[in-house]
Nanobody, 113 residues
Framework: VQLVESGGGLVQPGGSLRLSCAASGFTFSNYHMSWHRQAPGKEREWVAGISSAGGPTNYADSVKGRFTISRDNAKNTLNLQMNSLKPEDTAVYYC???????WGQGTQVTVSS
């Protein structure tokens, strides 16, 4: 089982980024997936989740209305569209297969002017 995140980077406040997570080694379409993040000096926190079929989705209050989680089961890919980014969104972002307790290596997102 492997998860590989990509798409992180440096963006100005108010900007957008799209993260992707490429999954392999398991039947991706059978599993609920989630995004999490960990800011410097803070605990890792859950950001968003999506069912195996692509809906329903749910979000942490801190990102609701700004982030959109989606998946492409044909391509074994999980995505996180992040809009209206704020400095407090700065963190390492991880994808996860919750029921398998498998994490990716993370991708750094930095929101700064």
């Amino acid at each position: 089982v492997q998860l590989v995140e990509s798409g992180g980077g440096l963006v100005q406040p108010g900007g957008s980024l799209r993260l992707s997570c490429a999954a392999s080694g398991f039947t991706f379409s059978n599993y609920h997936m989630s995004w999490h993040r960990q800011a410097p000096g803070k605990e890792r926190e859950w950001v968003a989740g999506i069912s195996s079929a692509g809906g329903p989705t749910n979000y942490a209050d801190s990102v609701k209305g700004r982030f959109t989680i989606s998946r492409d089961n044909a391509k074994n890919t999980l995505n996180l569209q992040m809009n209206s980014l704020k400095p407090e969104d700065t963190a390492v972002y991880y994808c996860k297969v919750p029921t398998l307790k498998v994490w990716g290596q993370g991708t750094q997102v930095t929101v700064s002017s």
